[in-house]
């Protein structure tokens, strides 16, 4: 399977949101990557329940894809309109309950995916594999746009591909934090499937939307 892009809405224009995702949608990009952040499992607040309920009316091809940084998700969940078609990504550092919450992920016919940040060892994943779909390995700390990456996030990366392949879950591997021109490539070959394309890459200043979708895309590919 060739390496599928997520872009992500807090790097773009949010003062244009509703063309940006139009723009997306007509490049064939995959995902769009929407960050969810309370303020208290992580120090930020990005978009509302609501802006991400209403980009489910905008996507003719894109699907959501959607980072909770919160603790407790599921309590946005109706909010969010989480239903078919959705990836869902909750952190491990954040439910008190995480196979209910991802149970109730799939209830509502998305896709569970589990978040560990860059201190969480992937071994605490096992016990969830038989559960969800996918991992989204952060190798930034969350809660901004624009942060290094953390060192030891390749071989983290590797890692967790190394336990996908050995249980034969057949999970994706997403990669989100620093998804650089310079790493990208790299992350791939670490066995990363799914790259949050931010403002480290597609969202640099001054760079063209359509070409910078098509380098990622070969990068990645
Ligand atoms: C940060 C978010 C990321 C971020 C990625 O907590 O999860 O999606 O926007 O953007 P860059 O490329 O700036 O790390
Ligand atoms: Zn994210």
Redesign the pocket.
């Known amino acids: 399977m060739r390496g599928l892009l997520s872009p992500?809405l807090?790097?773009a224009d949010v003062l244009n949101l509703q063309s940006e995702l139009e723009a997306l949608d007509s490049l064939g990009v995959s995902y769009i990557?929407l960050?969810f952040m309370d303020n208290k499992f992580?120090p930020n607040i990005t978009f509302d329940p609501t802006l991400i309920r209403s980009v489910k009316g905008v996507l003719k091809n894109m699907r959501r894809d959607i980072?909770i940084?919160a603790y407790e998700p599921q309590q946005y969940f109706d909010s969010m309109d989480i239903g078919e078609g959705d990836i869902v990504a909750v952190h491990y550092e954040a439910c008190d309950d995480l196979r209910a919450v991802i149970g109730e992920i799939r209830s509502r016919g998305a896709s569970p995916f589990v978040a560990i940040s860059p201190d969480t060892a992937p071994s605490v994943l096992l016990d969830y594999f038989d559960i969800i779909d996918g991992v989204l390995c952060?190798t930034?700390y969350?809660?901004?746009?624009?942060?290094p990456i953390v060192e030891g996030s390749f071989e983290k990366l590797a890692e967790i591909r190394k336990l996908i392949d050995e249980n034969k879950s057949g999970l994706l591997l997403e990669v989100?934090?620093?998804?650089?021109w310079d790493f990208c490539k790299k992350m791939r070959e670490c066995g990363a499937d799914i790259f949050?394309?931010?403002?480290?890459?597609i969202?640099q200043k001054g760079l063209k939307l359509d070409e910078s979708i098509k380098r990622m895309n070969e990068l990645v590919q």
């Open positions: 992500s807090m790097c990557h960050d992580v980072h940084m952060m930034v969350p809660g901004f746009a624009g942060r989100d934090g620093h998804v650089s949050v394309a931010g403002s480290s890459s969202y």
